[in-house]
């Protein structure tokens, strides 16, 4: 079968290795390089076993500094646009106990076949991604934000993550470069499992290697809407002509809705914008985290990509605004210097902006939709778990293409 996956994230990467393994003809379409959207300076995290989704019953008290403030990781701007107020409604309403608790189990499940599929990539083609698997410690700087984590920690613990509360001694134990960000520590949780990589690397990998087994990359392709035959997409019209083929894997980040739309399904996916930092790091022992980090009151996550440090953080649903504001990166630095002094002279920083595909509760859309025609799939709607989900959900894809198959 020959399959057209628009799309060459890392999702759609994802999606287009595991449809060449399946034996698939494949052809991957998209208007700029592998990696160069949302996936290209993400946080760098690969995030199996915490998931807490956005949407959660803590937003609430939160929602005026989310409005107001100047200053918070989490920004709403409420704009002249039905798609952010409808996504917005929906996500408030998402922000309960018993969603988050599904939601948190259903990305876990994913989450779990993720990392599978994630080693099979790798024992496949091997890729030089600056892969590490040093675990995770995500801070919390009071003795109540310890506590309200306790939660989310026993519930992923009984859907089968490995983790535990550990006291600033513990912290500085695992991860001696926060030494002197002893004080600001009530605690963590840490989760001895997670890995980190660097995904615009994976990226480039997955299209060398595919690009070797015969996968067809149109890239600088912009495309434009489909073709119909009866009650199937026939070709995707794109700026270098029609492309026909037996299905199509939508794997377009946040431009799914508006070519979804084209197809006559809503696809509830909502721009949430996010900010990176790379900086070089000191060799010294103890001067760079070998560790994961999130720092969970700034919002600000750390993790290490070979001889770099990936800082990244916010979450603005400020549309598609692709402008990078120089508070924002400073925000990065200043959060790198307050937890890590001694990792880096941040002489070069290369900021990044990215858009995260997100739905409102945080669960991607995988497979097919009943509004939209039987032979487009859909593999969208990642939020910033993109790079964590993305081999699982291209499982769930070549599952739902042809469920006869089982994956090599």
Known sequence: MHVCVLGAGIVGLATAWQLERQGHQVTVIDRA????????????????????????????????????????????????DPLQWRWGMAFLAACNAQTSRDTTAQLLALAAESRAGFEAMQADIAPDCDFSATGKLVLYASSASLEGARAQLELQRAMGSEQRLVTPDECIAIEPALASYRGQMAGAVHTPSECAADCLKVCAELMRALSARGVRFMLGTDVHGFARSGNRVAAVRTSDGDLQADAFVMALGSASHKLGRALG???????????????????????????????????????????????????????????????????????????????????????????RPATPKGLPIIGRLESAPPNMLFNTGHGALGFTLAFGSAQRVARALDPAASPP
């Open 33 to 80: 390089t592998p990696g160069a959207g949302a996936s290209g300076g993400n946080g760098a995290q690969l995030s199996y076993s915490y998931v807490q989704p956005l949407a959660d019953p803590s937003i609430w008290k939160q929602l005026p500094k989310l409005l107001l403030s100047p200053t918070s990781p989490l920004k709403l701007r409420p704009q002249l």
């Open 265 to 355: 399904a809503y696809l509830p996916v909502y721009p949430l914008k996010g900010y990176s930092i790379t900086v070089e790091v000191d060799p010294a022992p103890g001067a760079a985290p070998r560790v994961n980090v999130t720092d969970s009151a700034r919002k600000v996550v750390f993790a290490r990509i070979g001889s770099r440090l990936r800082v990244a953080g916010m979450a603005e649903l400020v549309g598609h605004d692709a402008s990078i504001p120089a508070t924002r990166i400073e925000t990065l630095a200043a959060a790198t210097r307050a937890v890590f002094p001694q990792a880096s002279r941040l002489e070069e920083l290369h900021p990044w902006t990215g858009m």
